[in-house]
């Protein structure tokens, strides 16, 4: 996909932050909307479909985690939220509740495009494996239509998470140091600068996957390393 071919949503009611990041990233050669509200973006997003959305938490009508929650629910997208809020716990909980990235008001505009690239880049993480089934006895993974299924039932996973299942599940049996998962799932830094964000991803992919998050049968966790994927059967 060509960069000016993305389309990303600017969600935040803010009009001067908003009209400033969407005047930046339309000389970008990107297609942009926006919208200053909750209930007027998943109206856009319904009929415009973007690629990524630029999300602010604090919205006069709407929660920014609710609304990455339902954008998740709808299509596969990819999500970076845009807040003043520092806590580790409200950046956590931006990726549980299925951001991709997190940037923190005021933001420098290059650093706001570097992420922005970063975060489509990975993309082409599935492109470069090989486009046929994964399967793993009741666990299907899909990587062309980048759909899960458990026992025939479609699985909803972020496209963060997606990646992330889908860089273990083709490595089966290989040790992933939480660092190179880093590396090759986000693409870049730690947004967080710590490696327990991994674990944060993990730990929603067991609850979505696994019979029983607490005893996983596909991901195993690796003491002090990290972790690999396992088929229940070969193990």
């Not at 492109?127 to 793993?136: A, G, H, M, T």
């Not at 992933?176 to 944060?200: F, Q």
Request: a negative charge; one cysteine or more.
């Amino acid at each position: 996909m060509k960069m000016d071919s993305f389309k990303i949503l600017v969600v935040d009611d803010d009009q001067a932050i908003c009209n400033l990041i969407v005047r930046f990233l339309s000389q970008q050669n990107y297609e942009i909307q926006y919208a200053y509200d909750g209930k007027s973006a998943l109206e856009i997003f319904d009929t415009f479909l973007p690629d990524l959305v630029i999300l602010d938490i604090n919205l006069p009508d709407a929660l920014g985690y609710n609304i990455c929650e339902e954008m998740q629910k709808r299509i596969d997208v990819l999500i970076l939220m845009l807040t003043s809020r520092s806590d580790l716990e409200d950046k956590k909980k931006a990726f549980v509740t299925g951001a991709d990235d997190y940037l923190t008001k005021p933001f420098d505009l290059e650093e706001l495009q570097y992420r922005l690239k970063a975060i489509l880049k990975r993309r082409r993480i599935i492109r470069e494996e090989k486009n046929q089934l994964l399967i793993f006895d009741d666990l299907i993974i899909d990587p062309v239509r980048r759909e899960v299924k458990v026992k025939n039932q479609v699985v909803n996973l972020t496209a963060l998470e997606f990646n992330l299942l889908m860089f273990l599940a083709s490595r089966p049996g290989i040790v992933c140091k939480r660092p190179e998962l880093i590396k090759e799932v986000w693409e870049y830094s730690n947004p967080i600068g710590d490696m327990r964000v991994v674990d944060v991803h993990i730990g929603q992919i067991r609850k979505k996957i696994e019979i029983d998050p607490s005893t996983p049968s596909y991901i195993q966790t690796v003491r002090g390393v990290g972790y690999k994927f396992e088929s229940p059967s070969s193990s």
